[in-house]
Structure formats: C-alpha cells, structure tokens
C-alpha cells in the first residue's frame, strides 16, 4: 500500500558546506513523502506529487514538518543512567561514574532493560540511525543487536574492549577480545543481508588498550574489511596527555591508531577537539569522518571544537550526542549547542540552519558511509522520516508563526524544538512512536 505523507517538507540533499550562493534548504510548505514498500517513492509539493500518485492513502499533518531521520553518529548505549553528572572533566568522569555504571552490564536483565530504554529514547527524538558505542560483555552487546533489529533501526555498534587503566570488571584480553568479536561480527553485521544492522570494532581509547589489543582491532578489521573502526581522540588535554605517555613511540593520539591500519574511510572518531593541522591532512587523506559532539564538550569540559579547520580540511563531519557525556538525545539540542560553540570560539565557523540540519541527517549519512540509503527525502531512500510539531500553546509555536521564510522557521526548531515536539517516527516507512 502506498502512503502519501501531507505536511511541510524540510531536507538537504546536497551538501550546504559545498554550496555558493543559493541556499541548499530544500523545503515545501506544503509538500508530500510517498511511502511503499519501506522507501520513498517521491517527494516535493503535494498538488505535483498527488497527481503522480492519486490512489496513495492521505495522511494530512498540516502543522507538521517532515525531516529525514536523524543521524547520531557517537552515543553509548550504557551510559544513559549516568545523564546529568556535573562537576568532572572526563577522566574523574569516567573513574567516578560511568566505569561503576558500564560494569552493571554483566547482569543481562539490567542490560536487556537499559538496551531497551536506550533504544526507545532516541527513537523518541527522532533517531533512526546511530553508531553506538556498545557495552564491554558479550550477552549485553548481542542484546542491544537483538532489541535494534526488533525496531528496525540503523545501528552500526560493536564489543567495547579495553585491558589496562580501567576496572578489572570491564577488562578483556587481547585473545577474549578477538573471539568474542569475530563471533558478534559473523552473528550481526548485515546479517540475513540486510544492511540495517552492521558491527564496529570499538577500542574504548587508546588510554585502555594495550598495543597487543590495538594489534587485534587491526587484524579484525583486515579480516573483515567492510566493517567500521569507532572509538574517541583528542577529547581533553588530560586524556591526550596520558596517551603521550602511555605511547611514546607515537607522533600523536592519532599515530596509536595508525600503526594498527585503523584510520581509513570506515573510521569514525568521536570528538578530536584538540587537534594539529598535521593530524587533520593524515584524517582527510584517509578519508575517516568525525563525530562532533559539542553538548558533551562543553558539559565535561573538554574544549571548543574547530569546525572551520576540519572544514578547510575537507574532514567529514556527522554530530554526536555523546549521551550520557552529553546532554540528551536531541540532535535538535546538539545542534543549537554546535551553533552556540561557533559563536563563542574566535574563529568560529558561523553555522546556519540548513548547515545544521545537514549535519544532523545527510551529512551525518556520509560520514557514516550511509548516504547512499538515507539521510535526505529522495526517491528511492529508506523511508526514515521524522514528523516534528510545535505543541500549540508552546513558545516554539508562537516562534513559528512569525518566521518569515523557511530558514527562519528551521532556525525555530533547532532553538526551541525537543523530544515533545516529535509527532511521529517512520523507521523504513514503518510509523515507530
């Protein structure tokens, strides 16, 4: 059966970072999304799209917005419990809480309950595509695989492991850590081939791997090419420091990843806020993609983040919640934080809302590799959309009623914008909510 979604159309199929002059904003105030068979059919204005399609079932949101899905690109699925803890920069962070936290995960009945709320929480905010830092046991990480295929979401995780600086409780060995993930690799990554469940090799940071586990993470990802690489870099000046010392053979944190052959175009880092000109060339040859992640920034204490840089660069961005380092599931708040962050940094990059909203849906896509099959609201994509409307007596409401263009409207919703205002999730034309 067809579907034919009536409401106002927001998305960026091309890349506004590439765009001279004319907004890359694609929008229709009153637009349509046909739905069949899980992908989009068409999009644009309704009148147009109607009559292409004239036996499509109606569903009329005339105060809605459709979006594509949102991309988170950095998020821990055993963090969420830990939300909220104020006071600690990251390595008194992680030691006083999230460690502690991350080691409940033993108990499978507790990780089947976070995987689970996890999961169902940022579907609630309009995510259907995440690369999620996994959990350090093997049961916890086959469930969270087992509850995201149950929902359908687009989830790129895998086994943390970490054998040094970090509690005995989440500890592994290099061999543990080789078996225990070519057994989760060869039981999920695209599994059935199906595309919407694929395996990362997760390092926790260089911090907590030996070189001999290092070593491992590279012979998997020689043995298994199509998978990605995910862990975290140059996140605090502490952190970047410990490495130095922790590798003194190093040119830099980057380098503890290099010489095992894991920075390449399937590499995701989370963070990179403190950075060398140097390290950005060697990330942009590779073709690796970061995920900024400016709420957990700020929040831990980290740093401001140097868009423009990595944008000269041409070093591929997606945003990050960074939950429970961050502050929510909202890739509408994190993007409201990357807007402010620029703003404060002295040669900040001044993003816009198209910029904003590409980066939290297509590019987000791209640089998880993704853009072929999601992202923007073009013929043939996954059918992951999100119905986003402002409750009538809210602020955002009486916001929207004043913007006089669609820039405007969508500056609107990042602002102001949040989980209460997400109406509807389609996950592969599948309403989720």
């Known amino acids: 059966m067809q579907k034919l979604l009536r409401a106002h159309i927001l998305h960026t199929p091309d890349n506004p970072f590439e765009t001279e002059g004319n907004s890359a904003l694609v929008s229709h105030v009153d637009g349509a999304v046909v739905i069949e068979k899980g992908?989009?059919?068409?999009?644009?204005?309704?009148?147009?799209?109607?009559k292409q399609f004239p036996d499509a079932v109606v569903e009329h949101h005339p105060k809605a917005f459709i979006m594509p899905g949102f991309v988170d690109c950095h998020v821990h699925y055993?963090?969420?419990?830990?939300?909220?803890?104020?006071?600690?920069?990251?390595?008194?962070?992680?030691?006083?809480?999230?460690?502690?936290?991350?080691s409940r995960l033993s108990d499978a009945t507790y990780a089947k309950q976070t995987a689970k709320t996890f999961l169902r929480t940022m579907l609630c905010n309009g995510t259907t595509t995440a690369m999620v830092f996994g959990a350090h046991f093997l049961e916890a990480q086959n469930i969270l695989f087992e509850e995201a295929q149950s929902l359908g979401l687009n989830i790129i995780s895998g086994l943390?492991?970490?054998?040094?600086?970090?509690?005995d409780s989440l500890k592994t060995t290099p061999e543990k850590a080789y078996s225990e993930n070519k057994s989760l690799i060869e039981k999920w990554h695209r599994k059935d081939g199906k595309d919407n469940l694929r395996y990362a090799v997760m390092p926790r940071f260089s911090v907590t791997c030996s070189d001999a586990l290092l070593e491992v993470c590279g012979t998997l990802m020689q043995e298994y090419p199509d998978v990605y690489f995910h862990t975290h870099i140059n996140e605090n000046p502490s952190e970047i420091a410990?490495?130095?010392?922790?590798?003194?053979?190093?040119e830099d944190y980057l380098g503890t990843y290099e010489r095992y052959n894991l920075i390449g175009k399937r590499s995701v880092l989370a963070h990179n806020v403190h950075v060398s000109d140097n390290a950005l060339n060697r990330l942009a040859r590779a073709e690796a993609a970061i995920a900024h992640c400016p709420s957990s920034n700020m929040f831990i204490g980290s740093g401001l983040f140097d868009m423009r840089r990595h944008l000269d660069h041409k070093v591929r961005l997606g945003l990050g919640t960074d939950v429970g380092g961050g502050t929510g599931f909202?890739?509408?708040?994190?993007g409201l934080m990357a807007y402010q962050m620029q703003m404060l940094n002295q040669d900040g990059y001044r993003l816009n809302s198209s910029e904003l909203l590409y980066l939290a849906t297509k590019g987000g896509a791209e640089a998880l590799g993704l853009d072929e099959q999601l992202g923007d609201l073009t013929v043939g994509k996954r059918a992951d959309l999100v119905l986003v409307e402002a409750p009538e007596t809210s602020t955002l409401s009486q916001a929207l009623k004043h913007s006089p263009n669609e820039e405007a409207a969508l500056s609107s919703l990042f602002t102001l914008a949040r989980e209460d205002c997400v109406k509807e999730v389609y996950v592969a034309g599948e309403a989720s909510l």
Do not use: C, H
């Open 242 to 250: 410990f490495v130095k010392e922790l590798f003194p053979w190093a």
């Open 78 to 102: 055993p963090q969420i419990a830990v939300l909220g803890s104020m006071g600690m920069e990251l390595l008194d962070w992680l030691e006083l809480r999230t460690f502690p936290e991350e």
């Open 39 to 50: 992908l989009i059919q068409a999009s644009g204005e309704y009148e147009v799209v109607r």
């Open 330 to 334: 909202s890739l509408f708040k994190e």
């Open 160 to 167: 943390v492991t970490s054998d040094q600086n970090i509690p």
